[in-house]
């Protein structure tokens, strides 16, 4: 498996970035991917997660309706829509993959992302005041 993103950058507050993961190996029929990121100093945090073609989605509280996760799932790739960033944003972000949710536990990748199986090796995100 191997999941590579792209789409990091610098941006000023209250801007956009998109962020890309196109993975290998896998099939979205089996595998959930996702987005994690680390602030320096700071404990991952499972930020969005994507099963199922888009039948179970789940977003952090800190990123509810200012990101976005989609896919393009014909040429394995999802995405991560990222708008009115915020200084606290700034961090590595990771495109992540674990097995594929059911309804009963859905948000396990954004309670505990540890439990995701597969990473990238991550994109800086850098949101300036």
């Known amino acids: 498996v191997q999941l590579v993103e792209s789409g990091g950058g610098l941006v000023q507050a209250g801007g956009s970035l998109r962020l890309s993961c196109t993975a290998s190996g896998l099939t979205f029929d089996d595998y959930a991917i996702g987005w994690v990121r680390q602030a320096p100093g700071k404990e991952r945090e499972g930020i969005a997660s994507y099963s199922n073609h888009g039948g179970n989605i789940y977003y952090a509280e800190s990123v509810e309706a200012r990101f976005t996760i989609s896919s393009d799932d014909g040429k394995y790739t999802v995405y991560l829509q990222m708008n009115n960033l915020k200084p606290e944003d700034t961090a590595d972000y990771f495109c992540?993959?674990?097995?594929?949710?059911?309804?009963?536990?859905?948000?396990?990748?954004?309670?505990?992302?540890?439990?995701?199986?597969?990473w990238g090796q991550g994109t800086q995100v850098t949101v300036s005041s």
């Open positions: 992540e993959s674990g097995p594929r949710v059911t309804a009963y536990n859905g948000r396990i990748y954004i309670s505990n992302p540890d439990q995701f199986t597969y």
